[in-house]
C-alpha cells in the first residue's frame, strides 16, 4: 500500500484547506484510516480517524467542530476538510492506513504517507 497526501499549504488564521490521501496498491487491505499530525518539538498525534465503511469517526478534542474527516473508498482516497484554522494547527499531516499485509500469514500493517506540510498564519 502506498499513500500520498497533498492540499497542504500556507493559510492565514480562520481559512480553510482540505486534505487529501490517496491510496494505491494492496487497497483491499485497507480497513480504517486516520490523520495524524506533529508539530515541531512534538509528538505525532491523532487529528481524526475513520472506520473502512466510513460510518464511524473520532476526533481529536482540538478539532472537534472544525475538521471533518471522510473516505471515498471507490476512489481509494480519504479527506479531512479543516475550517476556522488557527496557527497552532501548523504542522506536517500525514496519512495512516490500518491494513493486513501477507508475510506467509497474514499480520495487521500499518501505512503512512510522507505528510503535508499545513501551515497557519496569524
Known amino acids: 500500500v502506498q499513500l500520498v497526501e497533498s492540499g497542504g499549504g500556507l493559510v492565514q488564521a480562520g481559512g480553510s484547506l482540505r486534505l487529501s490521501c490517496a491510496a494505491s496498491?494492496?487497497?483491499?487491505?485497507?480497513?480504517?484510516m486516520g490523520w495524524y499530525r506533529q508539530a515541531p518539538g512534538k509528538q505525532r498525534e491523532l487529528v481524526a480517524d475513520?472506520?473502512?465503511?466510513?460510518?464511524?469517526?473520532n476526533y481529536a478534542d482540538s478539532v472537534k467542530g472544525r475538521f471533518t474527516i471522510s473516505r471515498d473508498n471507490a476512489k481509494n482516497t480519504m479527506y479531512l476538510q479543516m475550517n476556522s484554522l488557527k496557527p497552532e494547527d501548523t504542522a506536517v499531516y500525514y496519512c495512516k492506513a490500518e491494513a493486513v499485509r501477507w508475510v506467509g500469514v497474514n499480520i495487521p500493517f500499518d501505512y503512512w504517507g510522507q505528510g503535508t506540510q499545513v501551515t497557519v498564519s496569524s
Open positions: 496498491g494492496s487497497t483491499f487491505s485497507i480497513n480504517a
Open positions: 475513520i472506520t473502512s465503511s466510513g460510518g464511524s469517526t
